[in-house]
């Protein structure tokens, strides 16, 4: 089992920045890619940006590529997103999620933390 809570979501407006952490716990970090994604009510869950375990690949959805930065450190046990010059369509629940096989499908990842809200006003 790993257990991955979020934290650093907030409400700001458009242009700013927030850094969203996820710190997990649990079976050996380090051994698993790890991914952030968001969903707003209505729509599916969405891929935003995945990091491999060691941290050295990363990918990210085209929506969000030159603005957000997902990075990993095995150290503490955390994964980041870096959201930079947010807008108003970024507002979601932005979850993590933790799975043995990088990937950008939901369906592959095996452990997810509760969320936290990003609302961007205009």
């Known amino acids: 089992q790993v257990q991955l809570v979020e934290s650093g979501g907030g409400l700001v407006q458009a242009g700013a920045s927030l850094r969203l952490s996820c710190a997990a716990s649990?079976?050996?970090?380090?051994?698993?890619?790890m991914g952030w994604f968001r969903q707003v009510p209505g729509k599916e869950r969405e891929f935003v940006a995945a990091?491999?375990?060691?941290?050295?690949?990363?990918y990210y959805a085209a929506s969000v590529k030159g603005r957000f930065t997902i990075s990993r450190d095995n150290a503490k046990n955390t994964v980041y997103l870096q959201m930079n010059t947010l807008k108003p369509e970024d507002t979601a629940v932005y979850y993590c999620?933790?799975?043995?096989?990088?990937?950008?499908?939901?369906?592959?990842?095996?452990?997810w933390g509760q969320g936290t809200q990003v609302t961007v006003s205009s």
């Open positions: 999620a933790a799975t043995l096989h990088y990937s950008t499908y939901p369906a592959q990842y095996n452990y």
């Open positions: 649990g079976r050996t970090f380090s051994g698993y890619a």
């Open positions: 990091v491999r375990s060691s941290g050295g690949t990363t």
